[in-house]
């Protein structure tokens, strides 16, 4: 998968790249949820099929940033505990390690601004509801 | 496609196979559980077969959270192995769960040898969350697992997105909707999972297909006494195949008539080539909605890409959960198990 995001040079530690990309993926989210509420004023949307395709290709486009998401979690946890370590902690250690350390203050780091950027949400602005074709995939 | 009906025989016919304090209660929809404790194995569990979830998936569902005291519960859970999740975990088995946990939690969780690794978000209390799991295997090096949190029935309004990158390829074989985290402790929780929509393909039927000296597909299906063969009708409408079925097929009580259904051009739309199609529909003549409601169906004589018209068409008289096969002239066969009218991937005519 190619590389999603592109930082700039003062986003550097896997903890700043990772409040950047929550940052990219809440604005996907608001997107989605401004043409979900398009769909939801014209059911039609939802009966044709058409916001089924909207949601197919959302994801499609969401996917590269939630891998990022991802390997840089687990670059952190990598970073704080080795494997042998992370096996050793029980369930609820381990959850209270990933909200704490790993995870990160989501609810906060997604609402900042960030200087990083992905042409997935450019391309995903682009997509007009009314103009989809209804897929066959449903 | 179609809610899993949790009162049915492929769900142990509603009775949960542990559930030592009787806090779950099962409706043919809801799993719902009640104070559900942390010292306990309790679950309810569908076998689905070995290695049967062996590829990509999504799966549908409600869950909620009702509040409780830092309890832990799955709403939804794969495995190989049937324990409580703490135990499947401790052992070093593999699991993809969907948990309930802290009173307002969901997480995502892959449980395998190395530790569980997991994605959380704090959806709230005693609000449903319309929940949409799946594994995507083009993703990273064994697959990904996506949980979408939308907090509405059409899934526009998106909430949050739980990830997991795979560890590990794993094919699994029991499906759970609920299943408790025995950690020797007594916090609880509360709350339920319903609607558990899988939406799979139908069992798909051995077939081949022919073409006959009148030039029209031959088509059989892979059942007991299937003989499907075109009959050219008047008045320029087909009927491309029949079937006898059996009362003993369905079960006591159900006629064995049919039911056609004819439509014009007009009733499609553009870029629909067929000027006549007549679906034929097996079962009890009673008409069409209890026809529909009862019977596995064959559905035969329409063009390619005109599945989902029919399906569309059904769901517009009020259809309900069934199972279709839907036959296409030309050979191919696009199996519809489920409920009419939701379209899906599975679709393939």
Redesign the interface.
């Known amino acids: 998968?190619m590389a999603a995001i592109t930082y700039p040079a003062e986003i550097k530690t896997s903890y700043e790249k990772l409040g950047a990309v929550y940052s990219l993926?809440e604005q996907m989210?608001l997107e989605?949820?401004r043409q979900?509420?398009i769909?939801?004023d014209k059911p039609d949307f939802?009966s044709s099929?058409r916001?089924?395709e909207y949601?197919r290709i959302f994801?499609t486009k969401?996917?590269p940033l939630?891998?990022e998401?991802?390997?840089l979690r687990?670059e952190i946890r990598k970073s704080l505990y080795t494997?042998e370590e992370?096996?050793a902690?029980?369930?609820?250690q381990?959850?209270e390690v990933?909200?704490r350390d790993i995870?990160g203050d989501k609810e906060e780091l997604k609402s900042l601004s960030t200087e990083a950027t992905t042409t997935l949400l450019n391309e995903l602005k682009a997509i007009k509801l009314n103009e989809l074709g209804v897929s066959?995939?449903? | 496609m179609a809610n899993e009906v949790f009162t049915s025989s492929d769900w142990n016919n509603g009775i949960p196979q542990a559930d030592p304090n009787n806090d779950l209660t099962i409706t043919s929809s809801r799993v719902t559980f009640d104070t559900e404790a942390r010292n306990i194995d309790a679950y309810f569990y569908r076998d689905m077969g070995a290695a049967h979830f062996d590829e990509n998936f999504e799966h549908l569902l409600t869950v909620q959270v009702n509040g409780g005291s830092y309890g832990e519960v799955a709403f939804w859970m794969l495995s190989n192995t049937i324990n409580d999740f703490?135990s499947i975990?401790d052992g070093g088995e593999e699991a993809l769960v969907c948990v309930g946990?802290n009173n307002s939690y969901i997480?995502l969780m892959e449980l395998r040898?190395?530790?569980?690794f997991?994605?959380?978000y704090n959806y709230g209390q005693s609000t449903p969350a319309y929940i949409t799991i799946?594994r995507?295997e083009s993703?990273?090096t064994y697959g990904?697992v996506?949980i979408?949190i939308y907090d509405?029935s059409?899934?526009?309004?998106?909430v949050?997105?739980l990830?997991?990158?795979l560890h590990e390829k794993v094919n699994f074989r029991y499906l759970f909707s609920n299943c408790s985290?025995n950690?020797g402790t007594t916090q609880v929780l509360s709350g339920f999972c319903e609607n558990l929509d899988l939406q799979e393909v139908g069992e798909e039927v051995e077939k081949t297909s022919s073409e006959s000296a009148s030039g029209q597909d031959v088509v059989s299906a892979g059942y007991p006494g299937a003989d499907l063969e075109g009959v050219e009708t008047g008045g320029g409408e087909e009927t491309v195949g029949q079937r006898e079925i059996t009362a003993s097929e369905f079960g006591t009580g159900v006629d064995n008539a049919e039911t056609t259904i004819a439509r014009t051009d007009s009733e499609y739309g553009s870029g629909i080539e067929s000027s006549i199609v007549s679906p034929v529909f097996f079962g009890e003549d009673t008409g069409l909605v209890t026809e529909l409601s009862i019977l596995t169906k064959d559905i035969y004589g329409f063009e390619a890409?005109e599945g989902?018209d029919i399906l569309k068409e059904l769901a517009g008289v009020g259809g309900k959960s069934t199972d279709m096969r839907l036959h296409s002239p030309t050979g191919r066969t696009g199996i519809q198990s489920g409920k009419t009218g939701m379209?899906?991937?599975g679709?393939n005519i």
Request: charged residues 30%; without cysteine.
């Open positions: 998968m993926i989210r989605h949820n979900g509420a769909a939801r939802i099929g916001w089924a949601t994801r969401l996917k939630l891998a998401q991802d390997r687990d494997d992370w096996k902690l029980d369930s609820d381990r959850i990933f909200e995870k066959s995939s449903g | 703490k975990l946990f997480y040898n190395t530790g569980q997991q994605d959380g799946e995507d993703v990273g990904t996506y979408y509405d059409d899934r526009t309004n998106l949050d997105t990830t997991v990158t985290y950690s890409g989902e379209l899906s991937k679709v």
